[in-house]
């Protein structure tokens, strides 16, 4: 038995003792590092980069991809502090967080390689048909407080939103709202939690990216009604409508955005071009978002992509 206990002690040092080699070695370190590409940001990006990374690895069994989500601050930050190789991010970096990263050594590159049509989900028995943006904004700035307005039941309405590090809580402020949100809006930590809360509150209203609202055919599962916008004097569109979103007839259509530092390494460089080929394209439509159109394409390659 006492051979036995210092046969295991003299296993544990020796685990011990390759450990700390490796955690002391700075060029297997750095080769490590080489091999990880880390991602961080955008929630409404998050399941779609999930399934891009692995269609990625399965080709390149080498890299690791380090994925996580948060809102598209917390992409931004880690970008400027260079704490990560990728930031995902729902909205356009602002001037002031460029102006942050180039202070910090940080040349902030933006890559469109998806959009999104940004759908307003109410409960499916809920009864109002359609919104207009001026509604909208009513609604989420808190100026429309009861369904009975807007030709509803009789209810007062209940907002569901993102915190504020959250790309689209920004986007929907800054571009259609543009007065903060009601103080009674109840702040979720991301879309698949918007959609269940919605999900069970005939009052409720809630934004979420479309794709949260597919099945794994890239179809809508109908277990949710996305509303119709429209803009005074014009038809209402819906975010299903394929062709009313590459058009930007459907007006919460928004390109999505991948941010890297400066010039790419060769495998930040072949993640994001496997994004942004025809086979990434796919998995991003199967998903239930759009892929990027011409003009987009031509400003990945003004950016060296």
């Not at 509604?135 to 989420?140: A, F, H, V």
């Not at 509150?201 to 809508?220: F, R, S």
Request: glycine share 8%.
């Amino acid at each position: 038995m006492k051979n036995i206990y210092l046969l295991i002690a003299s296993i544990s040092l020796l685990i011990s003792c390759k450990q700390e080699q490796k955690n002391q070695d700075p060029e297997l370190a750095a080769i490590i590092k080489r091999n990880t590409i880390i991602i961080k940001g955008s929630d409404t990006e998050l399941q779609m980069v999930k399934n891009l990374s692995r269609s990625f690895s399965k080709e390149h069994t080498e890299v690791t991809i380090d994925l996580s989500g948060g809102g598209s601050s917390i992409g931004i930050e880690a970008l400027i502090n260079n704490e990560t190789d990728i930031a995902n991010s729902s909205r356009e970096m602002k001037p002031s967080e460029i102006a942050r990263a180039k202070q910090k050594g940080v040349n902030p590159i933006p890559i469109m390689f998806s959009v999104d049509a940004l759908a307003i989900i109410t409960h499916s028995k809920l009864g109002v048909d359609s919104l207009s943006t001026e509604q909208l904004s009513q609604i989420l700035s808190g100026e429309i407080v009861n369904w009975k307005t807007l030709g509803g039941p009789d209810l007062a309405i209940v907002i569901y939103g993102r915190d504020s590090t959250s790309g689209t809580y920004s986007y929907l402020k800054d571009k259609f709202i543009r007065a903060p949100y009601s103080a009674k809006m109840k702040h979720m930590h991301g879309n698949a939690e918007i959609v269940n809360a919605v999900k069970n509150n005939i009052a409720a209203i809630g934004y979420a990216g479309v794709g949260y609202l597919m099945d794994e055919n890239g179809k809508p599962n109908g277990s949710i009604w996305a509303m119709p916008i429209y803009i005074k004097g014009s038809r209402a569109y819906s975010p299903y409508e394929v062709a009313a979103v590459k058009k930007g007839d459907y007006v919460l259509t928004r390109p999505l955005y991948q941010y890297i530092n400066g010039r790419p390494s060769a495998q930040i460089y072949d993640f994001i071009m496997s994004e942004l080929t025809r086979r990434g394209q796919e998995i991003i439509k199967a998903h239930g978002y759009f892929p990027i159109n011409d003009y987009q394409s031509e400003i990945n390659r003004l950016n060296g992509l």
